[in-house]
């Protein structure tokens, strides 16, 4: 199985300050039709999840701006450009490449 | 709007069963496959099984092979997760959850598996 690697596991972010969450694989995720099959997604406290990011670096629909993924092959970060009072809550990456799909541990954003 | 609702869930002794369902709207549900992630208290997201839009294909995590049946009716549009030989372990909220990309998902629904 791919195993999703998150760091850091708990984030404390000052309100306006930019945050940056690591999700590394332990094997590539590039798919062989091309494209690189990682979400990112946000539960925050008491409700479901939701997909923010699809394919890397594509936003949802309704996905604030300040949100923005990147990287390639193994190695995949997720950035908030300034962290707001909303965006307190839990962040997952996952793989959506390889069969069976995994999810990181989860990284904890709080407001400081 | 797509949405999701999942129903089914409750109380249930271990060894027992339960079928949870998922009442999909807003989009050509046998167009899109399907699946089921579940989230024990406290603990991160756990992927369970996935189906194909025409239920051909299947697929199931080691945890809960043998076990659980993901299943769909695209003439009701509903989504189906039949739980067998429940444990303690499979206590979570259980999402069901479009595609295998998971771009959106129900309000879950609570298994608890205890005596």
């Known amino acids: 199985d791919v195993v999703m690697t998150q760091s850091p596991l708990s984030l404390p972010v000052t309100l306006g300050q930019p945050a940056s969450i690591s999700c590394r694989s332990s094997?590539?995720?590039?798919?062989?039709?091309?494209?690189?099959?990682l979400n990112w997604f946000q539960q925050r406290p008491g409700q479901s999840p939701r997909r923010l990011i699809y394919?890397?670096?594509n936003r949802d629909s309704g996905v604030p701006d300040r949100f923005s993924g990147s990287g390639s092959g193994t190695d995949f970060t997720l950035k908030i450009s300034r962290v707001e009072a909303e965006d307190v809550g839990i962040y997952y990456c996952?793989?959506?490449?390889?069969?069976?799909?995994?999810f990181g541990q989860g990284t904890k954003v709080e407001i400081k | 709007e797509v949405q999701l609702l999942e129903s089914g869930g409750g109380l249930v002794q271990p060894g027992g069963s339960l079928r949870l369902s998922c009442a999909a709207s807003?989009?050509?549900?046998?167009?899109?496959?399907m699946t089921w992630v579940r989230q024990a208290p406290g603990k991160g997201l756990e992927w369970v099984s996935t189906?194909?839009?025409?239920?051909?294909?299947?697929y199931y995590a080691d945890s809960v092979k043998g076990r659980f049946t993901i299943s769909r009716d695209n003439s009701k549009n509903t989504l189906y997760l039949q739980m067998n030989s429940l444990r303690a372990e499979d206590t979570a909220i259980y999402y069901c959850?479009?595609?295998?990309?998971?771009?959106?998902w129900g309000q879950g629904s609570t298994v608890t598996v205890s005596s």
């Open positions: 189906i194909s839009g025409s239920g051909g294909t299947t």
């Open positions: 094997q590539s995720l590039v798919y062989s039709d091309g494209n690189t099959y």
């Open positions: 996952m793989q959506a490449t390889h069969w069976p799909r995994t």
């Open positions: 394919k890397v670096s």
């Open positions: 807003g989009f050509t549900f046998s167009s899109s496959s």
């Open positions: 959850a479009k595609s295998s990309n998971l771009d959106a």
